[in-house]
């Protein structure tokens, strides 16, 4: 069954400091990742996806990911957290072969601190 | 793109009692997902709708749980005999599938609904 592993539940980083989050995913066919954001008492808003081709992914607020094949790993980067970027990152895989049913990882909870 | 809707945004009931909820998806979007949300956890599947058929539903969607989407548009999720253990926010959400092109496109989340029985 496919998974998402999120090592790391709660992360403190300084406003301005680099910020990596990390995600596993558990082996499997071709998958599809996702990083979702969610601010307190909100859904979830997708930050960017992974389907095929560029290894490196842009998505939106300055946020990247890395897709490691070899890692099994999706890890979530910024070069420079800012004060609003408090929130919880949930990382998250759909594998091809079947419809969109979407697996989540438990959550990284993230801290700004001035 | 108004976005997924969902209402009530909260929803306090007493253990027992029964609770619906209401989304509305993104109006060309065909599927829709339930979700729910517990303190500390990323979502959990709970069903999913391709048009107005209901094509899985998790194991965490006991008996008294059942959700429907009549036309195809709008789906409802009621609880019945709600107990304490139910407590979560329930989301919603929706995407545009069909055929290969439908893994480019990504869930859009609603804002949930939180229910706390008491």
């Known amino acids: 069954a496919q998974s998402v592993t999120q090592p790391d539940i709660h992360i403190t980083v300084s406003e301005g400091a680099s910020l990596e989050l990390r995600c596993n995913y558990s082996?499997?066919?071709?998958?599809?990742l996702f990083w979702y954001v969610q601010s307190p008492g909100q859904g979830l808003q997708l930050l960017l996806k992974?389907?095929?081709?560029?290894?490196l992914v842009q998505g939106i607020k300055g946020f990247e990911a890395e897709f490691k094949r070899s890692q099994s790993s999706f890890n979530l980067r910024k070069p420079s957290v800012h004060w609003s970027d408090a929130a919880e990152y949930f990382c998250?895989?759909?594998?091809?072969?079947?419809?969109?049913?979407?697996?989540f990882g438990t959550g990284t909870k993230l801290q700004v601190i001035p | 793109d108004t976005g997924v809707s969902q209402d009530p945004r909260h929803k306090i009931t007493k253990r027992g009692q029964n609770v619906t909820f209401r989304c509305d998806p993104i109006?060309?979007?065909?599927?829709l997902y339930w979700y729910r949300q517990t303190l500390g956890q990323g979502p959990e599947f709970l069903t999913y709708?391709?048009?107005?058929?209901?094509?899985?539903k998790s194991r965490l969607l006991s008996d008294r749980f059942s959700a429907e989407r009549p036309k195809g548009s709008f789906s409802t999720l009621e609880i019945q005999r709600t107990e304490q253990g139910d407590s979560a926010m329930y989301l919603c959400?929706?995407?545009?599938?069909?055929?290969?092109?439908?893994?480019?496109?990504?869930?859009?989340f609603g804002n949930g609904t939180r229910l706390t029985v008491t």
């Open positions: 959400a929706s995407s545009l599938g069909g055929g290969k092109s439908s893994y480019n496109s990504p869930l859009h």
């Open positions: 082996y499997g066919a071709t998958p599809y």
């Open positions: 992974y389907f095929s081709g560029d290894t």
């Open positions: 998250a895989v759909v594998y091809s072969g079947g419809y969109q049913k979407v697996t």
């Open positions: 109006s060309e979007h065909n599927r």
């Open positions: 709708f391709q048009n107005e058929a209901q094509l899985e």
